[in-house]
């Protein structure tokens, strides 16, 4: 029978779901976490693949916004929920739903689209890159050890409802999206996601706490996190578990550092996501003892050329004729002359000699700062067409400041 594709009706939710459950090997996932899930699809860019009365394939995006380098907020479509029935696969359905995808995608205007992948080698055909990168942490809090900025000492900490607090929290969290690549613009409803709590997911841990930090009344940063306790013979062994830590300056993001340090009957703390550049790893004595592990964040891949590249800007004067090639968006091959500098760009197609030859993959590695030119070419990912091209564009393309991806979708 013929797999055919449509677009996910409101009354075929739970049918929908529960097949991307099964093929992640999940059993059936918490009300509190199915109902946020269920709130935020947008029917409209989900896709159902039916052979018969069957679900057997899923797959769908968010219009997200996603700052890039230089501020701007750019829409950027999430996609989500993708999953092929284990009795279905080899049979091109993927692609198929890829394909249908990008293609709304490019109707749409969206420049960007980007993804957390389960297995990231699977995306690659469909020209997604993995473009920042997460750092998991492990601290041990007794042989660490933190040094502080003096200014640390005036700032105010309370405990806070998480519920309560999230509009102030969120605030917080807005105000930085500009500063940092990679991070989402909050959609209505994505606030929720920072406190979710089902205590299926625990893991034996506390319930969710937060604790807001404040200067002149003003709240300048958060934390939240759980506390899981253990014993052993020598002593307490809990563990803080950090979910998330926002501040708007040093001194408050000190502070809250400090305070998660300090916290009785604990030793050490984990965190699986925060930025690759944290500064976090400057303020311990002994980063040995921390636990540095990093992996891949988020995956992205230009569906527009011209306007992402026009999005941005760059970190030095460039002006650069680029080779791309695109087969599986066909209407991105070609030349296109990149100029621009702090203050703006433009990318356009032309008709000029190609400085750099690279696939859309590699403007995807590159395109928020975290992956260097260079270090494609040295792969034989990039090739350089003229003498200094690479270099110009290289250090253009790179940034002050680790591109992350806070939360998944």
């Not at 701007?72 to 696969?89: E, L, N």
């Not at 005036?154 to 105000?175: H, I, Q, S």
């Not at 002593?235 to 916290?263: C, K, M, Q, S």
Request: aromatic share 8%; net charge negative; proline share 5%.
């Amino acid at each position: 029978m013929t797999v055919e594709l449509r677009v996910l009706e409101s009354e075929q939710w739970d049918e929908w779901f529960s097949t991307l459950e099964r093929a992640f090997g999940s059993a059936v996932w918490p009300t509190e976490e199915r109902e946020f899930d269920r709130g935020v699809t947008e029917l409209s860019r989900s896709i159902a693949a039916w052979d018969g009365a069957e679900v057997v394939g899923t797959a769908g995006a968010f219009s997200f916004r996603m700052a890039v380098p230089g501020g701007a907020v750019v829409p950027a479509a999430g996609v989500t929920m993708v999953s092929v029935a284990s009795t279905h696969r080899r049979r091109g359905l993927l692609t198929s739903m890829m394909r249908r995808q990008l293609d709304e995608v490019h109707e749409l205007g969206e420049p960007l689209a980007v993804l957390t992948a389960s297995e990231p080698a699977i995306y690659g055909r469909y020209g997604y890159e993995v473009a920042t990168r997460q750092t998991s942490l492990e601290v041990d809090t007794l042989r660490a050890g933190l040094t502080v900025p003096a200014g640390a000492d005036g700032v105010t900490l309370r405990f806070a409802d998480p519920e309560k607090a999230l509009a102030a929290c969120e605030e917080v969290y807005g105000r930085l999206v500009p500063t940092r690549p990679g991070m989402l613009e909050r959609r209505p409803n994505w606030e929720r996601k920072g406190v979710l709590d089902p205590e299926a997911f625990r893991d034996g841990a506390s319930k969710l706490l937060c604790v807001v930090a404040e200067r002149d009344g003003e709240v300048r940063g958060y934390t939240r996190y759980a506390v899981k306790s253990a014993w052993n013979p020598a002593g307490p062994d809990g563990t803080v578990v950090l979910r998330d830590l926002e501040a708007l300056d040093p001194d408050t993001y000190a502070a809250l550092w400090r305070y998660l340090f300090g916290i009785d009957l604990t030793c050490r703390i984990t965190a699986r996501n925060r930025p690759a550049d944290d500064p976090v790893l400057h303020l311990v004595d002994d980063v040995r003892r921390c636990g540095v592990r990093v992996r891949e964040g988020l995956l992205l891949r230009p569906v527009e050329v011209g306007a992402a590249l026009s999005a941005r800007t760059y970190a030095a004067p460039l002006d650069v004729v680029l080779e791309v090639s695109d087969p599986f968006c066909p209407w991105n091959e070609g030349r296109w002359r990149l100029g621009g500098d702090a203050k703006g760009a433009t990318c356009e197609r032309t008709t000029d000699a190609a400085d750099l030859a690279l696939s859309v993959r590699e403007l995807g590695a590159a395109y928020l700062g975290d992956v260097s030119l260079t270090a494609l070419a040295r792969a034989g990912r990039v090739r350089e067409l003229r003498q200094g091209a690479l270099r110009e564009a290289a250090v253009a393309f790179g940034g002050d400041v680790a591109p992350w991806l806070p939360h998944g979708f």
